[in-house]
């Protein structure tokens, strides 16, 4: 039987320009380790499923594909099914023919995300991407940046609950206050990939989370002037390795002009070089992913989601090393 082409099929095949998205799929597809992934993930996917009768589970690569295509577009369930059947794009990164098959739909989405979440597989898939990494030489182990950003959450009462989410919380930033969590990140020196990650709510000190987002084999670390006093606390006490913290803006300024003072900025803007190796993922996350506000209640869940998206935002920061 001849396949039937739509209106849109014909447009498509006829283009002669590639889009970004479809350059950004393309990259995707040859950087992300899809055989480690789907053999990490496929003894929790529907293991009992072969041989029963009724319709059988869709593929696991296929939801996977489905579920990264959310987080780098930064779609909601419904959204995503919508911009499926809208992308001829999506579709061949999918595998989907229309004229033989439909989208999986927001439910099935909702679904496979659970499940990704009851076996705590966000974590495996962050984990899994980083060994690549490792393999490739791209994640060090010599030196760790530590920084943390806020996430916002809804700060509205007018819901079910009439209450806002109790796991996040206020703090003040500046002289602006903001209502949500942080993400707390442990990044390599020499590349910026992310190897650590911890949530909480927004008024935790960034000083508190730092022992958690150390690996242990480092010798160094860079932090800014909201981790100064790190290495006193009781858990970082043994640690040998050289802190690198940054002075505060204030006492820096407050310093009398002379050569101590310029030799004490230059050697601030040597660590502060070095330190913004921390805010690529950050931005990849924020600006390339869009995900700038909670898009799930409690921390539980919405630190599940960050795992996989500093995962790919690691992959994002590799590509050109991974693509050549």
């Known amino acids: 039987m001849m396949k039937q082409f739509s209106f849109a099929d014909a447009e498509f095949a006829a283009k002669k320009k590639v889009t970004r998205r479809e350059r950004f799929l393309d990259e995707m597809e040859r950087v992300v380790p899809w055989p480690e992934l789907l053999k990490a ?3 929790f996917y529907y293991p009992d499923s072969a041989g029963k009768r009724g319709r059988p589970p869709i593929g696991l690569e296929r939801m996977l594909r489905m579920y990264f295509l959310q987080q780098w577009f930064g779609l909601s369930d419904e959204g995503l099914e919508d911009s499926v059947y809208d992308s001829q794009a999506m579709r ?6 229309l004229s033989r098959e439909g989208v ?3 439910t099935t989405l ?4 659970h499940l990704l979440e009851a076996h705590d597989l966000t974590a495996t898939i ?3 991407i980083n060994a690549q990494l490792r393999e490739r030489g791209l994640l060090l182990a010599k030196g760790t940046l530590v920084d943390a950003t806020i996430i916002a959450a809804p700060p509205s009462t007018k819901n079910r609950a009439k209450a806002r989410d109790p796991d996040m919380h206020q703090t003040k930033k500046g002289r602006q206050w903001h209502f949500g969590m942080k993400a707390h990140i442990g990044a390599d020196a020499h590349s910026g990939l992310v190897h650590s990650l911890q949530c ?3 008024n935790v000190a960034d000083v508190t989370v730092t022992a958690q987002l150390l690996h242990g084999e480092e010798t160094v670390v860079f932090a800014d002037a909201g981790y100064i006093g790190a290495q006193k606390r ?3 006490q043994d640690r040998k390795v050289s802190w690198h913290i940054a002075m505060k803006r204030g006492t820096l300024e407050g310093m009398d002009a002379g050569p101590l003072k310029d030799l004490t900025e230059r050697a601030e803007t040597l660590k502060a070089t070095v330190r913004a190796r921390v805010e690529h993922p950050f931005h990849v996350i924020k600006n390339l992913f869009r995900h700038r506000k909670v898009r799930y ?3 539980a869940k919405n630190r599940a989601q960050l795992e996989v998206l500093f995962g790919l935002a690691n992959l994002v920061l590799a590509k050109p090393a991974l693509l050549a």
């Open 126 to 128: 962050f984990e899994t």
């Open 110 to 113: 909702l679904g496979f995300r």
């Open 104 to 106: 999986p739909d927001a």
């Open 297 to 299: 209640k409690g921390l």
């Open 41 to 43: 993930l496929a003894p």
């Open 234 to 236: 009781a858990e970082l």
């Open 200 to 202: 909480t709510p927004a």
């Open 92 to 97: 061949g990164f999918l595998g989907i023919d």
